[in-house]
């Protein structure tokens, strides 16, 4: 069933103002429990220059399969790849183009792949999504901290959320919301040092891209967005399911602040927080591992499969 969700994700949105037989929850205090990942990953695929299928240059997907191989997209090379559990590439497939075999986009969807068959997205984005993003020079000119409806596919349905508060809900086939998680967050107004941060982040974003004209394109941007500047924060950024059935929920990442993400299990208890290092973006999970995207000091993309590991 979770194979065919991505494709009627849009459509429940629309469904999830029918009836609801769930019961209210109050909002869950952050658990002690913390995991991160292993130092040394189990697997990582990816070079600084040799054979093309082993250079990325715009991972967006990917996951783990149960024979120990890695699927991965490529938007930037408008492929999907597999690669064994020994990191050898088996297979690419696609190029950029219209027609049989091509791609004007494409990204393995989160929870849809297995051995038999791989979902993939054509388009980039969700109609009517804002698809707005923050982060050291992320943020698109008069896009910063906007609030996004999200997804992830589950058996008995589609988790859904805005961002507008902390909560989300599961909506049925039939309509119905199945359940509702709520938890605890801290303060979403956005504040004249979040702003200063977001400013200051921005700023090295542009020195370190480089140029005589680095601060004057710097300002001229900053001129602009500054006047749009919302006043809240979103609550949340994605949703992924885990192999293991686990949702997991991305925290909005604000300027300065580590990347996290929570975990609920099938009672929608709140019972671990993923912790990922910086330049680091999360592409599949399942209970004691995890596969990301990396960017290493001179912006080599990598493809990793780590082990998760306590906290302390």
Known sequence: MKLLVQAVAVSLVALAAGPHRSVAQVGQPRPAAEVG??????????????????????????????????VVSDRAHFRIQKFGPDGEHLWSRGREGEGPGEFEYVQVAPGCVSAERIVATLRERIPASEMRYLGPGDAMPGNIWSHDAVFAAADQGVWFGTGEDYEIELVGWTGET??????????????????????????????????????????????????????????????????????????????????E?????????????????????????????????????????????????ENR
């Open 37 to 70: 990942l292993s130092v040394e990953p189990l697997l990582s695929i990816g070079l600084v220059e040799g054979a093309n299928e082993y250079l990325f240059a715009g991972i967006n997907g990917g996951a783990l399969l149960a024979d120990g191989s890695v």
């Open 178 to 259: 199945i359940r509702r998680i709520r938890w605890e967050g801290p303060d979403l107004n956005v504040t004249p040092e979040d702003i200063n941060r977001y400013r200051d982040s921005l700023e090295e974003s542009y020195r370190q891209g480089g140029g005589a004209d680095w601060r004057a394109r710097f300002q001229r941007r900053w001129e602009w967005e500054s006047e749009i500047v919302p006043d809240v924060f979103p609550a949340y950024q994605g949703l992924m399911m885990g192999d293991d059935g686990v949702l997991w929920v991305h925290d909005y990442l604000r300027p300065g602040e580590r990347s």
């Open 261 to 309: 993400w929570f975990a609920f299990d099938a009672d929608g208890n709140w019972t671990r927080t993923l912790v990922l290092p910086s330049r680091t973006v999360l592409l599949d999970i399942g209970p004691d591992w995890a596969v990301v995207r990396t960017l290493d000091e001179v912006d080599v993309q990598r493809v990793a499969v780590h082990a998760l590991v």
